[in-house]
C-alpha cells in the first residue's frame, strides 16, 4: 500500500471510529430541485412580504411559486444594494458601502467595465471580508446581466463585464447568447411611486418565465441604509412538485434562504471555481444550492400572513430582551434596597425570588418559542409577558418545592432543556432571544454564544452537584461523573447538525477536563494543567478534521474553517473574529461587563479576598465548590480569548451563574456562615 493509500486508510478508520460525532447532521432533508437550462435572477433591494400582500400581481405569483424569505446580511453593518450585488459576484459576504453614509448610487458600467471597481477590491482588503469579487463572473460562461445591479454580479474578477445590457433587453433573454442571466429590476422607492414599481416587477417575472428559465424573485438588499432590517421576499418559479418552502442547507430552516445561496444556485454548487486573475483558487462559498422542502401550499393569503407572522418571530426578540432583563434588573435593585434596610423574612425571600427570576430567565428565552408567540396580538408585548411569566414561574416553583436548592433546579432545567434542543436541531433557541436571526444572519442552525454560556454553566453547576454526591464514596466516581455529564454537553454544542459550536467546544472541553481533574486528585499541577490544555486542542481538531472529510457542501462551520486553515486561507477570519470581539469596547458597556467577569473569576481564584464571610464560607463547605467555580472561569476565560463574542460570553455566564450562587447563599434557612470541618454534618442532613 503506497503513502497515499496508507493515508486514505488512516482517515477513513478515523472517520469510522467517530462516527457517532457525525451521523445524522441536520439538514434541511430538502429535495434538490433539477435546475433548468437557464437560471434568471430577478433582484429587488427592499421587496418585503408586505409589498407582496398589497399588490395583486405579486400575490398572484405566490400560489405558483416556492416561496421564503431570505436574508440579505452582507459583511458591513448596512446592506445597501451595493453590499447585495458585490455579495453575489464574490459568493461570500462582501462590504461595499461606506460605514455612516448613505447608500450610494451604483457605479456606471464605462468602456466595458464596472467604475470604481479597484475601490470596492480595496475595501474588502479594509475589511478583511476575503470576497473575491468577479468570482460568479469569471466562473460562468455566457452569464448575461441587465442593469447597473447586474453587471455588478456579473462582472469578471478585474471588473470587466461582457454580454451585459443596460436596461432589460427579452429578445436577448431568450436567445442563444444568453445563458444564466441576472436583472437588476431597481430598488423599490420608499414611497412616492412603490405600487408602479411593483407593477414593473411582476411584469419581469412574466417576461424571464417566457424565456423558459428557472426565474429566481428575490430581495437583494435594503433600499435605504437606515431601512427596516428584515428577511425580504424569495420566489423560484415554476414550482417543482408543486409550491413548497425554499431552503438551503446554509441555512436547514424550510422558508428561508440567504443571499450568498444565488451564488451558489447559479454556479451548481461549485465550491471553488478558478480564479483567472490569478494562480490561487477562491475560497469556498458561504452559500449552498437553494432547494425546496416542507409541505405544499396552496393559499397565497395564509402563505403570505405566515411569513409576515415569521417576520414579527424575527424582529422582536431584541428589544424585548433588552426590555425584561431592565424590568428584572429593577426589580432586584429595588428587592435588594428592601432586603439590606430591613432584613426581614419577607425582603430576604422576595430577594430570592428576584435573583431566581433572573435564573428563569435563561430557560424561558426558549421556552417561550414553544408559545408561538409571534402569532398572538401585539407580538411584542406577547414576548414579554411570556418571557417574565416563564421566568416567574420557574422562581416559583424552585422556591417552593427544592428551597435552599432552588438554584439546582433551575440549572438542572436548563441543562435538559438545551440538551434535548440540540438533539431535536435547536427549533427552541432559533428565534428566541438568544439567536442572532436571519436579519443579523450570525447564525441559522445550531447553537449560538449567549444558548452556549447558558449551556455551560448548567452543566458545570449539574456536574458539581452530582460529584459532591459520589465524592465520599469515591474520588473516581465523581470525576466520571463530571466526564459523562460535562461530555454530553460537549457532545450535543459541537456535534454538527446539533450545536454545531465550534468555538463553544474549545471553551467547554479544557473546563469539565480541569473539573475532572480536581475532583479526581484535589489539585492541579502544571504539567497536568498543560496536559489537559493539549487534550481540549486535540478533541477539538479531531471533530474539525471529521467534518472536513465530508463532501464541501455538507460541512459544517468547523470542516469549513478546517478547510481554510489548509489552504492557508484563515487571516481574514481570525482578523473577523478578534475585530468582533474587540468591538464590544467600543463603549462603556463593554469595559463594564470586563470589570465584571475579571472580579467573578478573581473570586473563584482567590475567595479569601472576597469581603463577604458568607462566600468565604461557602467555598470551603464542600470539596465540589472549589472545583466547580475553578472550571466555570475557565470556561469563561477561554472562551473570552478565543471567541468571536469576546468578554460578552464570560458576561452572559455569570449572569446566569451568579444570581443563582447569591440566591443560594441568602436563602431563608441557610447559615449565614458555614465552617470547613462541618461539611460532612452539613452534606448528610442538608445535602441528602
Not at 408586505?50 to 452582507?74: N, R
Not at 416587477?201 to 418565465?209: D, K, M, N, S, Y
Request: proline share 6%; aromatic share 8%.
Amino acid at each position: 500500500m503506497g503513502r497515499s493509500g496508507l493515508r486514505r486508510f488512516l482517515c477513513r478508520t478515523l472517520f469510522a471510529a467517530t462516527a457517532v460525532l457525525l451521523v445524522g447532521a441536520g439538514t434541511a432533508n430538502a429535495q434538490p430541485t433539477d435546475l433548468l437550462a437557464k437560471v434568471v435572477v430577478i433582484g429587488v433591494p427592499g421587496l418585503t412580504w408586505h409589498d407582496v400582500q398589497v399588490s395583486p400581481e405579486l400575490t398572484a405569483l405566490v400560489d405558483q411559486s416556492h416561496v421564503g424569505s431570505i436574508t440579505v446580511k452582507t459583511a458591513g453593518p448596512n446592506t445597501c444594494p451595493l453590499d447585495g450585488w458585490l455579495t453575489i459576484s464574490a459568493g461570500t459576504r462582501a462590504w461595499g458601502s461606506v460605514l455612516g453614509q448613505s447608500c450610494a448610487e451604483l457605479p456606471a458600467v464605462t468602456d466595458g467595465k464596472v467604475a470604481d471597481w479597484q475601490t470596492y477590491i480595496d475595501r474588502q482588503a479594509e475589511h478583511h471580508t476575503g470576497a473575491p469579487l468577479g468570482r460568479l463572473g469569471a466562473s460562468r460562461e455566457r452569464v448575461c446581466g441587465f442593469g447597473p445591479g447586474a453587471a455588478i454580479a456579473v462582472a469578471k474578477t478585474d471588473g470587466s463585464v461582457s454580454n451585459w445590457s443596460p436596461t432589460f433587453d427579452a429578445a436577448k433573454l431568450a436567445s442563444n447568447a444568453c445563458g444564466d442571466a441576472f436583472i437588476d429590476a431597481g430598488a423599490l422607492p420608499p414611497r412616492e411611486g412603490r405600487e408602479e414599481a411593483r407593477r414593473r416587477v411582476a411584469e419581469l417575472v412574466a417576461q424571464a418565465r417566457a424565456a423558459d428559465g428557472w426565474v429566481l424573485l428575490v430581495g437583494v438588499g435594503q433600499e435605504l441604509a437606515n431601512a427596516h432590517q428584515q428577511p425580504l421576499v424569495a420566489m423560484q418559479l415554476p414550482p417543482d412538485n408543486g409550491p413548497r418552502w425554499l431552503t438551503s442547507d446554509s441555512t436547514r430552516r424550510p422558508g428561508l434562504i440567504q443571499l450568498t445561496d444565488i451564488t451558489a444556485t447559479v454556479l451548481r454548487g461549485e465550491a471553488k471555481p478558478i480564479d483567472p486573475a490569478g494562480d490561487a483558487q477562491a475560497g469556498p462559498l458561504d452559500g449552498n444550492e437553494i432547494h425546496f422542502d416542507g409541505d405544499r401550499h396552496t393559499d397565497a393569503a395564509a402563505v403570505i400572513e405566515e411569513r409576515l407572522d415569521t417576520n414579527q418571530r424575527f424582529e422582536q426578540p431584541r428589544p424585548m430582551l433588552v426590555a425584561v432583563s431592565m424590568t428584572i434588573l429593577v426589580a432586584e435593585l429595588l428587592a435588594l434596597a428592601w432586603f439590606w434596610f430591613t432584613r426581614s423574612p419577607r425582603a430576604r425571600r422576595t430577594f430570592t425570588f428576584t435573583l431566581l427570576t433572573q435564573g428563569g430567565f435563561f430557560i424561558a428565552v426558549f421556552l417561550s418559542t414553544a408559545t408561538v408567540w409571534w402569532r398572538w396580538p401585539s407580538p411584542g408585548f406577547s414576548l414579554y409577558c411570556v418571557v417574565l411569566g416563564i421566568s416567574a414561574l420557574f422562581a416559583v416553583l424552585t422556591q417552593v418545592f427544592l428551597k435552599r436548592y432552588a438554584f439546582l433546579g433551575i440549572a438542572l432545567a436548563a441543562y435538559a432543556i438545551l440538551l434535548v434542543d440540540g438533539v431535536l436541531g435547536t427549533p427552541l433557541q432559533f428565534g428566541s432571544m438568544f439567536t442572532d436571526g436571519p436579519v443579523i444572519g450570525g447564525r441559522f442552525y445550531g447553537f449560538g454564544n449567549s444558548t452556549f454560556a447558558t449551556l455551560a454553566v448548567a452543566a458545570l453547576v449539574v456536574a458539581g452537584w452530582v460529584a459532591q454526591k459520589l465524592i465520599d464514596k469515591s474520588r473516581v466516581q465523581a470525576a466520571l461523573a463530571v466526564l459523562a455529564i460535562g461530555g454530553a454537553a460537549i457532545v450535543v454544542d459541537g456535534r454538527p447538525g446539533w450545536g454545531t459550536d465550534f468555538g463553544g467546544i474549545i471553551a467547554l472541553t479544557p473546563a469539565v477536563l480541569l473539573m475532572a481533574w480536581l475532583t479526581w486528585r484535589g489539585s492541579i499541577t502544571l504539567r497536568a494543567l498543560i496536559g489537559v490544555g493539549v487534550a481540549g486542542v486535540l478533541a477539538v481538531t479531531a471533530v474539525a478534521f471529521l467534518d472536513y472529510l465530508r463532501p464541501a457542501d455538507q460541512r459544517s462551520h468547523f470542516g469549513t474553517f478546517f478547510a481554510r486553515l489548509l489552504d492557508g486561507d484563515v487571516s481574514d477570519v481570525l482578523i473577523r473574529k478578534l475585530q468582533m470581539a474587540v468591538a464590544f469596547f467600543n463603549g462603556p458597556a463593554g469595559w463594564a461587563m470586563l470589570v465584571a467577569v475579571v472580579l467573578a473569576m478573581l473570586a473563584t481564584v482567590l475567595p479569601a479576598r472576597v469581603p463577604f464571610p458568607a462566600y468565604r464560607s461557602f467555598y470551603t463547605s464542600l470539596p465540589m465548590i472549589r472545583p466547580t467555580l475553578l472550571a466555570l472561569s475557565t470556561c469563561g476565560l477561554v472562551g473570552m480569548l478565543l471567541n468571536d463574542a469576546g468578554v460578552a460570553l464570560p458576561a452572559i455566564m455569570t449572569g446566569f451563574a451568579v444570581p443563582l450562587l447569591v440566591a443560594h447563599l441568602v436563602a431563608p434557612g441557610q447559615p449565614s456562615t458555614v465552617s470547613p470541618e462541618s461539611h460532612l454534618v452539613q452534606e448528610s442532613k442538608s445535602v441528602d
